[in-house]
């Protein structure tokens, strides 16, 4: 067994440990350590982030070992019912087992956690997501690799919650739990969406789209960051260019979700007071 970290002679390697010496020099005859983290991944053993006092943190052995089972796997024909794949990864199966509810033709794909009570519509799971308790995944709604999707949120139809497998070290992104992602909106690049948060139709999170808040005196604005219970709508503002002044997109923080009312009445006083879309 190989010693790059400079383990003591007779002590077993930790999983990381492993991982990280594979990293270093990947050698297929030793690929047991891979399997487990996939496996650890696909049971909710293992996260790729987790939050710690306050803060997410990225454990970048984990996203290594997904990408290490890239390398490992080897192109295979599946069959599920009347639908034909080929792919290196295999798909998830134990539903039932789990509590969760799966919609023809949704797909999760092994490596990936679905916790109890989720609810997948017609959609598609990727390696190294987690999914949390009671959240809904709606039609052709997407959760890229090693997203982190917190309880009792909402994905509407056809959301896309960007993947982010490397670098090894980038965050992933991260909806909180209870947040509500309206139709068509798109969250990338290791976006946070703070817990209870609502993302109204067709917002578009990225790293660099800035979003604004403008319900005081002065605008302040975030990057990446969506504030807790925060409601969001698309939005643009103009920029100079040599050849003229264009609109870009933004988002604008419009107003606070009341946190004495539950998600529905939320929606609805969104759309009353600031003509939000869902």
Known sequence: MRRGDGAPRGRALSLEQEIEALWDDLDPGRAAPVEETIARLDRGELRVAERR???????EWV???????FRLRQMEPDEVGPFRYHDKIPLKTDYEERGVRVVPPATA??????SPDVILMPSYVNIGAWVGPRTMVDTWATVGSCAQIGADVHLAGGVGIGGVLEPPGARPVIV?????VGSRSIVTEGTVVG??????ANVVLTASIPIIDVTGAEPVEH????????????????KRFAAGTYELACALIV??????TDLKTSL????????VAT
């Open 268 to 275: 609805n006083d969104a759309l009353r007071e600031h003509g």
């Open 176 to 180: 909180e739990d209870g947040a509500f």
């Open 255 to 260: 107003g606070t979700r009341d946190a004495s």
């Open 109 to 114: 794909r092994f490596g990936s956690y679905l």
């Open 53 to 59: 006092d306050g803060e997410w943190v990225v454990q």
């Open 195 to 200: 817990e209870g948060a609502v993302l109204g």
């Open 63 to 69: 996203k290594k070992a997904i990408l290490l089972y």
């Open 223 to 238: 990057r990446g960051y969506v504030p807790p219970r925060s409601v969001v709508i698309p939005g643009t503002r103009p």
